[in-house]
């Protein structure tokens, strides 16, 4: 049985996103990227969605809780 | 001259310390906002991830003598607070709860759902994006078992290191990849789940 180059391609792309490849495997994964655009639409579309999910859930902190916060600093003698 | 040399010393050093706390409080106010986006994705309510919020800078300017000048602040502040967040019982049990998957779902497989349910012919990424909506984002992530959201809420949300979200989490790092990983594939099951009608 012939490994699928794009199977192992999947397997990479969390490894890929996150940095923690070998300088040999993240080659091994560009080489196949840049002839396969099947994959690499598949790892932009990882890419943008981790962004998008970090932008959708993160809300901003209420002011109020924000000076309640400050108001727990040591005063100035 | 010679009695007045231990107390101008002391008063030295109790200045100096002074300096010190507030330099401290500054810098751990600074982070609020990034430690309040993480504990509002760690539990449930926006009431409870403000009382969280307070609760650590509390214990923090309690215990500011505790901090090693030079490591990382904001891992400390998160390590309190996954402490006390514990302390407040959410946790029953320890161990990962298990989310049945439809098989071992690869990598790929939120795109490739998305894509063979939108009706044009190869759309791009972005259009394939916006089929997920903010409130089906925010639901997916809370429908995520804690153990694997904690994760991911300080990896993928807080840009914490592996290294630091198992400091902050008090487990190895073996366990953070591991839970990183089929936390990151729940995710994707759920998100597919709320997709939006193309």
Known sequence: MIDDPCDKCEEMMQPYLDGTLSDAEVREAERHLEGCSWCAKRYHFEARLRHYVRVAVSEPMPPELKARLAALRTPLT | MSESTPSTAESRRLAQEARDRVRFEEEALELSDQVYRVSRRMVGSREEAEDLVQQTYERAFRSWKQFTPGTNLR????????????????????????????????????????????PEQNPDEERVLERLSQDSIVDALADVPHDFRDVIVLVDIGEFSYADAAQILDIPIGTVMSRLHRGRRILKKNLADKAVAP
């Open chain 2, 75 to 118: 891992a400390w502040l998160l390590r309190i607070l996954t402490n006390l967040n514990i302390d407040r019982g959410r946790r029953v049990q320890r161990s990962p709860q298990t989310t049945p998957l439809d098989g071992e779902l690869g990598d790929y497989f939120l795109y490739n759902k998305l894509e063979s349910t939108t």
